[in-house]
């Protein structure tokens, strides 16, 4: 047998080998599928994957909306459980959710994974229909669950506003350790204008227009370092950053 034939030959082998290998993985695939689907649930697995970061939603909250829905859960066919229609149940039914998974597992249990929205400030409106915005911008319900601290906005507020410039200011003070601490409210005049209450100090902050919000916070931080270890935080009652390059404190 010449070399040239001991190679063709090895060249069949190993595509004979490979479509084996091939068609062995699909029914392997196929068949772990149908054994899946076929077989029964046994049992629920919750994760808040964020839980430690916010606390809107629990485990318990999932495990009892699913006692609801799946009554009888452990024990049903797995090919009965609609994992599409359950993730769309449960974003509607938890207004905190941001992102949910659900699937099933390899040992036929039903998991289910979930990304909460996180807020970064509270709009109180005259009408009593408060909201929060979230990280992402977005307009979003208040649950029936634990509160939020975040900084709360009243006042003149529309709906376009809070999430134009009033959530850039929020996503702001949200990012920054110190201002992220020391601003507590945000009230905003029918002019546009913000008046700001910090958490330190018996005063409050005119900021005028959010126009150039970071310079003023920046130039309001430096008075902050510089005169008030040595003035005393109580010296004034209000703190105005409306004008360029100045920054007029009002004694009590």
Known sequence: MNEKTKMTIKRIATGVAFTVTVAYMLFAIIRFNYDRDNSLCMGLN??????ADIQFIHKGDVQNFINEYEPELHGKNMNLLNTTELERKLTKHLVAIKNIECYKTPDCKLQINIWQRHPILRITKNTGLDYYIDADGCLMPIPSMEPAYVPIASGEIRDSFATGTLYKFAKFLNGDHFWDSQIEQI??????EVRLVPRVGHHIIEMGKLDNFEEKLDKLEKVYSEAFPEKGWNQYSVINLKFDNQ??????
């Open 46 to 51: 919750v994760t808040i994957k964020d839980s």
């Open 247 to 252: 920054v007029i404190c009002t004694k009590k």
């Open 187 to 192: 009230y905003v005049k029918h002019n546009g």
